[in-house]
């Protein structure tokens, strides 16, 4: 069995009130080291995206972080990861972490890891790439995510081909059961 050669996650940038999403950030980190995928992420040593990096490293696994020069601070650039690249902005940010990755997951996070995860979903939409987005729907964080995708379909605004685009799973195992590749 293997998984994807890199796998970009998407997280807040911010902790959030449930320390529940805290470890499991923590456990995915491992997961993905283990699993010997190379981790893709925001570049931050704040919040959610810290511990997913601190997690992976710790377990010897290769990170690589993309940050705005603007946030260099506000996030805390990580200072131990495998690479750190540096960008003027976040439309870069987001290009270079869907360029460089094999695969997306998305754990809970506020309004960017939302927009990130619209864009990857509209470029699949637009046939950019056919990378797998995974939602990890913990406590049901994304289900009025789906309700809203479901609601611009009913309403004839985008292709019933759309909930095609992203699978939603209930946990960590779920996610890494769906990127596992055939062998």
């Known amino acids: 069995m293997s998984y994807p ?18 470890q499991a950030a923590h456990d995915l980190g491992i997961m993905i080291a283990e699993a010997g995928s190379h981790l893709i ?6 919040g959610l995206m810290g511990v997913i990096a601190d997690a992976a490293l710790a377990a010897g696994g290769k990170v690589t972080g993309i940050i705005p020069a603007h946030l260099r601070y ?6 131990g990861l495998t690479e750190l690249i540096e960008v003027e902005s976040m439309f870069v940010r ?6 460089r990755s094999d695969a997306f ?25 056919a990378k797998p987005m995974i939602l990890i729907n913990l406590k ?3 289900r009025p995510f789906g309700t ?31 990127l596992k590749l055939q062998d």
Not at 5 to 22: E, L, P, T, W, Y
Not at 41 to 46: A, E, I, L, N, T
């Open 94 to 99: 987001k290009r270079l972490m869907i360029e």
């Open 140 to 142: 049901d964080y994304w």
């Open 148 to 178: 809203l995708l479901d609601d611009v379909i009913d309403g004839g605004y985008a292709r019933e081909a759309v909930r095609e685009l992203y699978t939603l799973v209930p946990d960590l195992d779920g996610a890494m059961e769906a």
């Open 5 to 22: 050669a890199s796998i970009c996650v998407f997280c807040g940038s911010s902790m959030g009130h449930d320390s529940d999403n805290r």
């Open 105 to 129: 997951i998305a754990l809970p996070g506020g309004l960017g890891t939302i927009d990130e995860v619209l864009d990857v979903i509209t470029l699949a939409q637009l046939s950019q790439h």
């Open 74 to 79: 506000a996030e805390d650039e990580h200072p």
């Open 41 to 46: 992420y925001g570049g931050g040593h704040v």
